[in-house]
């Protein structure tokens, strides 16, 4: 049982337009979500987060939104850059103490290629 | 400062063979992560730890075993590695364990033939 789902394999942008990816979850124990990079042979490296307290945060060219009514998140990423050009992985996590609270849940991630 | 660093890089094992994955971080982090990502999945945590001398199995643990002496290093072993054990393996740290952003090694490619 899959609970934090990336429907879309692969995603393509033109350079300068807006990339988004998506994530869905079904725990509704989550309520603290991350957005991370991976380049090829490279360790995953940590974007940007939020916490189910809010619905949006920003950083830089990066804003993740979060539709706790739908279990829904979005990264959006404007505007797109060949550089940005990896596979993004959302998780998830439990913020509170307890069994569990420590693990990340991945999703199986997008590939995004931006088209110069 | 380098963070998180794996030995070794590749590793090529047969069948019932055994190894250790050394996994290493300067950032003074109490909490450590071994997880393992195979093609088409996301990365699934193995076993993780909270603090030096203490482990936790994950999602994944069976035929995995950890350890964590000191502070900065997270050892995973395989004890008779198995087809099955071939992956890429990650090791992660983070400040505290829940709202912490984690840090990741490069990596590990492990196959098992």
């Known amino acids: 049982d899959q609970q934090v789902k990336q429907n879309s394999p692969s995603l393509s942008v033109q350079e300068g337009r807006i990339s988004i990816l998506n994530c869905d979850y079904t725990n509704s124990m989550f309520d603290y979500f991350l957005w991370y990079k991976k380049y090829p042979a490279e360790g995953p490296t940590f974007l940007i987060s939020?916490?189910?307290?809010?619905d949006k945060n920003e950083d830089g060219r990066f804003t993740v939104f979060l539709n706790k009514s739908a279990k829904h998140l979005s990264l959006h990423i404007v505007p797109s850059q060949p550089g940005d050009s990896a596979v993004y992985f959302c998780a998830a996590s439990r913020g509170h103490s307890g069994a569990g609270s420590y693990q990340l849940t991945f999703g199986k991630g997008t590939k995004l290629s931006v088209i110069p | 400062n380098a963070g998180v660093t794996q030995t070794p890089k590749f590793r090529v094992l047969k069948t019932g063979q055994s190894m250790t994955l050394l996994c290493a971080q300067d950032?003074?982090?109490?909490?450590m992560y071994w997880y393992r990502q195979d093609p088409g999945m996301g990365l699934r945590l193995i076993h993780y730890?909270?603090?030096?001398?203490?482990?936790a199995k994950g999602e994944v643990p069976d035929g995995y075993n950890v350890s964590r002496l000191k502070k900065q290093n997270f050892l995973l072993g395989l004890e008779s590695a198995a087809p099955s054990q071939t992956s890429v393996y990650f090791c992660a740290s983070s400040y505290r364990g829940t709202r912490s952003e984690q840090y990741f090694g490069p990596g590990t490619r492990l196959t098992v033939t």
């Open positions: 939020i916490s189910s307290i809010k």
């Open positions: 950032m003074n982090h109490e909490y």
């Open positions: 730890s909270v603090g030096e001398g203490t482990t």
